[in-house]
């Protein structure tokens, strides 16, 4: 077991409730044996996880993915992939999250470049960013989202 995420409830300043199931026994016995008793603590806010269906935004950026590509394209882009990475690279502007990444050149030296988050690392605001940059995209190719969101229905 390399890492285990937990969602903690704080008592008061840095004390938090730890659940009875954690497995800590063997989870400590290896840091103390391979890492010296350190530990790596990440504290951030638990996020919201998003779902799936018919109605849920991974549908959405989906269908609209989809939609994008069947109407001939988008600038260009032929392929559903193509049309999403796109869409992520334009959402960056509203908020998108994204990485810097290092890729190995063949002289050894190295090129940094942009890399937008998976759709399964966004929480619900950040997946908002991608569909509406999708439906700023689809609107442009002159396709009416409303009327189209409506036959869906």
Request: glycine share 4%; aromatic share 14%; charged share 25%.
């Amino acid at each position: 077991m390399a890492s285990i995420e937990l969602i903690l409830e704080r008592e008061k300043n840095l004390s938090f409730k730890v659940p009875a199931s954690f497995p800590y026994k063997n989870f400590f016995a290896i840091g103390r044996e391979k890492h010296g008793d350190k530990y790596l603590v990440k504290i951030s806010y638990p996020r919201k996880p998003r779902t799936t269906g018919q109605f849920s935004q991974n549908h959405k950026i989906a269908f609209l993915c989809t939609l994008i590509v069947a109407e001939n394209a988008y600038e260009g882009y032929t392929t559903y992939q193509a049309v999403k990475d796109l869409a992520k690279l334009r959402a960056i502007k509203r908020g998108y999250p994204y990485r810097w990444i290092k890729i190995p050149l063949s002289d050894g030296t190295f090129f940094e470049n942009i890399s937008p988050w998976h759709e399964d690392e966004l929480d619900t605001i950040q997946a908002s960013y991608l569909v509406d940059e999708l439906e700023a995209m689809a609107a442009e190719k002159g396709l009416d989202i409303e009327e189209i969101y409506a036959m869906r229905q």
